[in-house]
């Protein structure tokens, strides 16, 4: 069975330790083609090709806390072809993983607060006040049932 997750982009820095918006390095990985999954990823050993994913952007940049793209992993790509210029100069670690990506959409941002109650770890949670811990760690699993409802915030909001 195919796995279905939300990646997370947060906003980076570049070399002159300026911010850079979740939303250009989100947008410029995926229309380059790729995503890369770091070693302290959760979930990075889960996914494989074919698996679903959508992308939330937390952070304090253009349309963060909201959900922006769904598209699927195709093969992993060989490290070789990460090179500095594929992360807009911005400082991050190696990537343990790369995946290509494919058949990515972007869409009018979906914002997180409306996403969280059909989530199932959300309405398992006590304090609700501490959603953001549910979107830690750079991918999240979620159901297909989950992903359905999402997608279908999307069509609504087109």
Not at 11 to 16: A, K
Not at 45 to 63: H, K, N, T, W
Request: hydrophobic letters at 40%.
């Amino acid at each position: 069975m195919a796995g279905v997750f939300i990646l997370i982009c947060s906003d980076g820095y570049d070399l002159n330790d300026r911010r850079v918006d979740g939303l250009a390095i989100a947008s410029y990985r995926l229309k380059s083609g790729y995503w890369p999954l770091y070693s302290n990823t959760r979930n990075r050993r889960a996914i494989r090709p074919g698996d679903e994913f959508l992308v939330y952007l937390a952070g304090s940049g253009q349309d963060s806390r909201s959900i922006v793209a769904h598209g699927f992993f195709g093969p992993k790509k060989k490290r070789s072809v990460f090179s500095e210029e594929d992360e807009l100069d911005i400082v991050s670690g190696n990537p343990e993983t790369i995946f290509g990506v494919k058949d990515v959409e972007f869409f009018n941002p979906i914002l997180i607060r409306n996403v969280l109650p059909i989530l199932h770890s959300y309405k398992r949670m006590k304090n609700k006040l501490r959603w953001g811990s549910l979107l830690v760690g750079g991918a999240r699993r979620i159901s297909a049932d989950e992903m359905h409802n999402i997608l279908e915030m999307k069509c609504a909001s087109d």
